[in-house]
Every structure is written in structure tokens, then in C-alpha cells.
Nanobody
Framework: QVQLVESGGGSVQAGGSLRLSCAAS????????MGWFRQAPGKEREGVAA????????AYADSVKGRFTISLDNAKNTVYLQMNSLKPEDTAMYFC????????????????????WGQGTQVTVSS
């Protein structure tokens, strides 16, 4: 059974930093894509960042480029999202997910490309 567990959310002031973690278990492939998404109240889910575990290729939403960094620790089956220079508009529930396409994936910010999702961790940025 595939399981994703996010952690690291919290409340920070604008300009601050947080690092989110997502521990994955039960996934049958050694290479895959993982992504971070977020959803604020009343807004649609947004792809934030994605990475391919087999070669480090990554993708970022324009709204977070230069501020957020996605990374992987394959030994720990954990994906991270380092978030710097946080803004109030980054406030949302953040979710990690595993791409449905297995080893042949390309990092994608499209939610329909993902079929395993975590429960989410809340990030709140105050001005």
C-alpha cells in the first residue's frame, strides 16, 4: 500500500523559510516523479514543484521560481520542498504526490498526472 506522509508545515512571517518533507512508502518503482501541490481556501489546486528521482530533472511554477527548491533523498524515499522568502500568498495546504506514469514520467505540475496523494500539511504566512 502506497503511503505519503507530509510534515514541516507551520506558521511563519513573510520573508521566512520552511522546509516540507514527504516520506513515501510502498511504491514499487525505484525511479519516479514526485510533486508538491498546494490549495488555498476557495482556490484551485496548484502545482508547485516536481522532480524526477532518476536524474534530478525538476519543474517549478512561475510563482515560486527562485524561492522554492524541490529535492529528493532516494535512500530515505523522501522528497523535500525548501521554501524561502515566503509570502502571504503562499499560504495554503501543501500536498505531495507520486506520478502515475512510473519510471517513464517527466516532472509535471498537472495534478491529473498523479494518483497517490498525502494528507497535506498547512503552511501559513503572515504579513
Amino acid at each position: 500500500q502506497v503511503q505519503l506522509v507530509e510534515s514541516g508545515g507551520g506558521s511563519v512571517q513573510a520573508g521566512g523559510s520552511l522546509r516540507l518533507s514527504c516520506a513515501a512508502s510502498g511504491y514499487p518503482y525505484s525511479s519516479n516523479c514526485m510533486g508538491w501541490f498546494r490549495q488555498a481556501p476557495g482556490k484551485e489546486r496548484e502545482g508547485v514543484a516536481a522532480i524526477y528521482s532518476g536524474g534530478g530533472r525538476s519543474a517549478y511554477a512561475d510563482s515560486v521560481k527562485g524561492r522554492f527548491t524541490i529535492s529528493l533523498d532516494n535512500a530515505k524515499n523522501t522528497v523535500y520542498l525548501q521554501m524561502n522568502s515566503l509570502k502571504p500568498e503562499d499560504t495554503a495546504m501543501y500536498f505531495c504526490a507520486i506520478d502515475r506514469r512510473g519510471p517513464f514520467c517527466v516532472p509535471s505540475l498537472g495534478g491529473l498526472d498523479y494518483n497517490y496523494w498525502g494528507q497535506g500539511t498547512q503552511v501559513t504566512v503572515s504579513s
